[in-house]
């Protein structure tokens, strides 16, 4: 066996063992990871071989991010430290800033032999940025389901709550505990229950801190923790489905890669083709599609290249920083944030977005109204309780008419569908055809509401998927078909040549 061989089988077996480890041991594998890195990097230097010191060095990487990505996914008791998945989080974080910093370095330097690094570079730091997203998000929602159903069930067996609380959290010291235990302080220290939510546990979802909030006054909290589990358990079930690759990211990746080959072979192979076919044929040009694609490239990287760099630029440094802030940041429905109004307007007026805006609405609408009514509330009090929620600030605006109609004394379904709100609210208060059962069809048409908008997002999704493959797929095609349609016109040529 050649050492290169011996040198990649050895830090392969070193990646395993850390995966292993970091899995039963994340702090002895986070502190021994560098160093065990630094005796394989010194003892492939020992070899004095330059082939093998650079497969030594290369997989360095490797081991590295095996230790880490096993340290932060790694299940940990509740009463361990946390510290080695921190760590983990944020040396991954910043090596991924390092790729990119390091893939924009080689790209503003030019050079076409670093082009293939400079695409790996990109594509390991887009999947890292992601994967840490998507981990930050599910690990939200899952503490947020955790603490909501906690909560729940104590109210449900009428325990006292702050004992409840410390007893859920028991002694342990994870990051559900230390939540369970702030919430209970702002219990004892006479504090209602939307208010220790929300200093207790500052990241709890708006929408869910909006409607403890309405209901806790009208003695309504049990049936509104119902109806948060029930939104949060459809969420965590469509995220627990099997799906292809996201219908965005995926052609948003195959885009770059196809356009970074493309430019490569129309700068550094097509105009050899071309001039060969010129001098051979005596003036023939390229195949039409070959024409075509050199057009659009040339258009893209070199007629427009400024200004699509500065396009480029700006997606990368200003909407994806925003769009991170804006996934982790707490909505305030009393005071929305000016970004929250102008997502909210763009969402509303956007043909297919809006759709689901005014479903998602309406399941909390139809939902507070219920329990608003249960408890007694007059109309009025039920349609201002709803104002209240973390509603699209566009859908505000029907409700705050509908509520001004009836308290001018406006027959009330009348005055919902005048406002703006569908036949669904105005079936449900119309004493004629339907008197005394408005409980019972608010109640369905807060089922039908959720079920349309889990339904909708699937068939969207599932339609989307192959929409999404057919067109990368013809894209493909007819980059595959330009480019070798150029060394077939020479061949043919010279076929020609040969045999008039």
């Known amino acids: 066996m050649t050492g290169e061989g011996a040198v990649i089988i050895v830090g392969l077996l070193l ?3 850390y995966v292993l480890l970091g899995r039963r041991r994340p702090g002895i594998a986070l502190i021994t990871a560098p160093i065990l890195c630094t005796l394989f990097v010194s003892a492939a230097f020992l070899t004095e071989d330059p082939a093998v010191t650079s497969e030594a060095m290369a997989l360095v990487p490797v081991i590295l991010l095996a230790a880490l990505i096993t340290v932060l996914l790694s299940r940990r008791e509740l009463d361990e430290d946390r510290w080695p998945q921190k760590l983990a989080k944020w040396l991954l974080c910043g090596f991924a800033a390092g790729l990119f910093v390091l893939t924009v370095f080689v790209a503003v330097l030019n050079v076409p032999s670093f082009g293939f690094l400079a695409l790996l570079l990109f594509i390991c730091a887009v999947a890292l940025i992601g994967a840490a997203i998507n981990y930050g998000l599910t690990s939200r929602h899952t503490t947020a389901t955790y603490v909501i159903s906690t909560i729940s069930a104590s109210m449900r067996q009428n325990l006292p709550l702050p004992m409840a609380l410390e007893s859920a959290a028991g002694g342990r010291d994870d990051a559900r505990s230390r939540i369970l235990r702030s919430i209970r302080k702002w219990l004892v220290l006479g504090c209602s229950v939307s208010e220790s939510i929300r200093r207790g546990y ?29 939104d949060m358990a459809a969420k965590s079930q469509e995220n627990r489905q099997i799906e292809p690759l996201q219908p965005f990211f995926y052609p948003l990746i195959l885009l770059f890669v196809i356009g970074f080959q493309v430019w490569g072979i129309l700068t550094f192979v097509m105009p050899n083709f071309s001039s060969v076919l010129v001098e051979m044929t005596e003036g023939a040009e390229l195949p039409a599609a070959t024409r075509l694609l050199i057009g659009i490239t040339s258009f893209i990287a070199w007629d427009h290249g400024v200004l699509f760099g500065v396009a480029l ?82 859908f505000r605006k029907p409700l705050a008419r509908w509520l001004e109609k009836v308290e001018a004394g406006e027959n009330i379904a009348k005055a919902a569908k005048q406002s703006g709100l569908g036949g669904g609210l105005a079936w449900a208060f119309d004493q004629q055809s339907d008197p005394g059962n408005t409980l019972t069809v608010l109640e369905t048409l807060e089922s039908l509401y959720r079920a349309n908008y889990s339904y909708c997002a699937n068939l969207i999704r599932f339609i989307m998927g192959p929409c999404v493959t057919v067109v990368m797929g013809t894209i493909v095609g007819f980059v595959v078909y330009a480019i070798f349609s150029a060394p077939v016109a020479i061949i043919h040529a010279i076929a020609e040549s040969v045999y008039p």
């Open 15 to 17: 990646a395993v063992f």
């Open 202 to 230: 500052p990241k709890c979802p708006s929408y869910a801190v909006a409607m403890i909030a309405a209901a806790e006054p009208i003695s309504q909290l049990p049936a509104a923790f119902r109806s948060i589990e029930a």
């Open 313 to 394: 630029a700006f997606v990368v440094l200003v909407v994806v920083p925003l769009s991170i802030y804006l996934r982790f940041r707490q909505r305030w429905p009393g005071e929305p944030y000016l970004l929250s109004r102008m997502g909210d307007f763009v969402k509303w007026h956007l043909p297919v977005t809006h759709w689901f805006e005014r479903n998602y609405a309406m399941v909390q609408a139809t939902g507070m109204l219920r329990l608003s009514l249960n408890a007694g509330c007059t109309v009025n009090d039920a349609i201002a309780n709803v104002l209240d929620l973390d509603v699209n600030n566009c």
